[in-house]
């Protein structure tokens, strides 16, 4: 359990932490162990004994087993009783992270322990392979995103929603030359449910960037806790239970949407700097005793470490999120992306 103080939000952000990880996984190795669930609940049991639970908010993202899923939902029911007498004092920001691409990379058992947790977070930031999983809606096209953001809200009942890394043709664009200049492009949809539970869609469009980074969907969780906060402070909306805007809000004008215009613009501004930084770095890739030919960076390196292998680390590396070298970028992005309303 680790506690981040946040004096811009005017309130203490919970972030549980599940693995203790030498590096991200982005690497293919590593060393370090998945936090047990039973380490995690004697964390919170200690927070609470010494009176440290009064959290504004919550984030959570990967959880290692069934049993670390079950875990959070209990610290979070704890955090929301304790905020009973002031409905909008606590909100859960919860991140499914089951997988991606196609490609489950946790125990199957996890799946239904998330759809269980999902019930009881107030915005969830799936995937869209993970949107999938949990709204057993097929996703092919944005109207499919759209029908599994409608089954979210209605099945499950949560509050808000945002369906990260959409790369789907649309069948709704008949012409052929619309679809490829769409290929290029990377979209997120979000919305807001009603009273009634009735989705208001809305999505952002962002140039698609030709590089993996690790991390990208950590940094868009973080980010979005401190926007969406700040909007829905804009709108006087804290003090209400989910945060949640008056129906005749339209989707664009969504706490929601203006949160996730100022992340996407963040977020693509320390990217390209983060692709620019990489450049530089592997240009110097092996000028100097290193990872490539030995010395410092290639201790305890094995006659098995073939150049392709120090090569593809010292890449992921160089490709390394320059986040707190950027941090401006993130107080104050530039006004790239708007909201669009979706009628699908």
């Given at each position: 359990?680790?506690?981040?103080?946040?004096?811009?939000?005017g309130?203490?952000?919970?972030a549980i932490?599940?693995?203790?990880f030498?590096?991200?996984?982005?690497?293919?190795q590593?060393?370090?162990r998945r936090?047990?669930?039973e380490?995690?609940?004697?964390?919170?049991d200690g927070?609470?004994q010494?009176?440290?639970?009064?959290f504004?908010?919550?984030?959570?993202?990967?959880?290692?087993?069934?049993?670390?899923v079950?875990?959070?939902?209990?610290?979070a029911r704890?955090l929301?009783y304790?905020s009973t007498?002031?409905p909008?004092?606590?909100?859960?920001?919860?991140d499914?992270v089951?997988?991606?691409?196609?490609?489950l990379?946790?125990?199957?058992d996890i799946?239904?322990?998330f759809?269980?947790?999902?019930?009881?977070a107030?915005?969830i930031?799936?995937?869209?392979?993970?949107?999938?999983l949990l709204s057993?809606?097929?996703i092919?096209?944005?109207?499919?995103?759209?029908n599994?953001?409608?089954?979210?809200?209605?099945?499950y009942?949560?509050?808000?929603?945002?369906?990260?890394s959409?790369?789907?043709?649309?069948?709704?664009?008949a012409?052929?030359?619309a679809k490829?200049?769409?290929q290029?492009?990377l979209?997120?949809v979000?919305?807001?449910?009603r009273?009634?539970?009735?989705a208001?869609l809305?999505?952002?469009?962002?140039?698609?960037?030709?590089v993996?980074?690790?991390?990208?969907g950590?940094m868009f969780?973080?980010?979005m806790v401190?926007?969406?906060?700040e909007?829905?402070?804009q709108?006087d909306?804290l003090d209400?239970?989910g945060?949640?805007?008056?129906d005749?809000?339209?989707?664009?004008?969504l706490?929601?949407?203006?949160?996730?215009?100022?992340?996407?613009?963040s977020?693509q501004?320390v990217?390209?700097?983060?692709i620019?930084?990489?450049?530089?770095?592997?240009?110097?890739?092996?000028?100097?005793p290193?990872?490539s030919?030995g010395?410092?960076?290639?201790?305890g390196?094995t006659?098995?470490?073939?150049e392709d292998k120090?090569?593809?680390l010292?890449?992921?590396?160089?490709?390394e999120?320059r986040?707190?070298?950027n941090?401006?970028?993130?107080?104050?992005?530039e006004?790239?992306y708007?909201?669009?309303?979706?009628?699908?």
């Amino acid at each position: 359990m680790a506690t981040f103080v946040m004096q811009s939000l005017g309130c203490d952000v919970a972030a549980i932490n599940t693995v203790q990880f030498s590096n991200h996984t982005g690497y293919r190795q590593f060393k370090g162990r998945r936090t047990p669930a039973e380490e995690i609940t004697e964390l919170y049991d200690g927070l609470r004994q010494s009176y440290l639970t009064d959290f504004g908010m919550m984030l959570s993202g990967y959880a290692p087993s069934a049993a670390v899923v079950h875990a959070i939902g209990l610290i979070a029911r704890d955090l929301r009783y304790r905020s009973t007498v002031k409905p909008g004092n606590f909100f859960w920001v919860l991140d499914p992270v089951m997988g991606d691409q196609g490609r489950l990379y946790v125990a199957e058992d996890i799946v239904p322990a998330f759809k269980q947790l999902i019930r009881e977070a107030d915005l969830i930031l799936p995937n869209q392979f993970e949107a999938e999983l949990l709204s057993g809606v097929s996703i092919s096209t944005l109207t499919g995103v759209a029908n599994a953001v409608r089954t979210l809200h209605k099945t499950y009942g949560t509050n808000h929603v945002v369906v990260t890394s959409v790369t789907v043709g649309d069948a709704a664009v008949a012409d052929e030359d619309a679809k490829t200049q769409k290929q290029g492009v990377l979209t997120v949809v979000g919305s807001s449910k009603r009273r009634d539970g009735s989705a208001r869609l809305f999505k952002v469009e962002v140039p698609k960037l030709d590089v993996f980074f690790s991390g990208t969907g950590d940094m868009f969780a973080a980010l979005m806790v401190g926007r969406l906060r700040e909007a829905c402070a804009q709108m006087d909306l804290l003090d209400r239970a989910g945060w949640m805007p008056d129906d005749d809000v339209e989707a664009v004008d969504l706490p929601l949407a203006r949160a996730t215009e100022k992340v996407l613009s963040s977020m693509q501004m320390v990217l390209e700097k983060t692709i620019t930084a990489r450049d530089e770095e592997m240009s110097k890739f092996g000028l100097s005793p290193g990872a490539s030919v030995g010395g410092v960076e290639g201790l305890g390196a094995t006659d098995s470490d073939s150049e392709d292998k120090r090569t593809y680390l010292a890449q992921t590396k160089a490709a390394e999120v320059r986040v707190v070298r950027n941090a401006k970028d993130l107080v104050y992005p530039e006004e790239r992306y708007k909201a669009v309303a979706m009628e699908v």
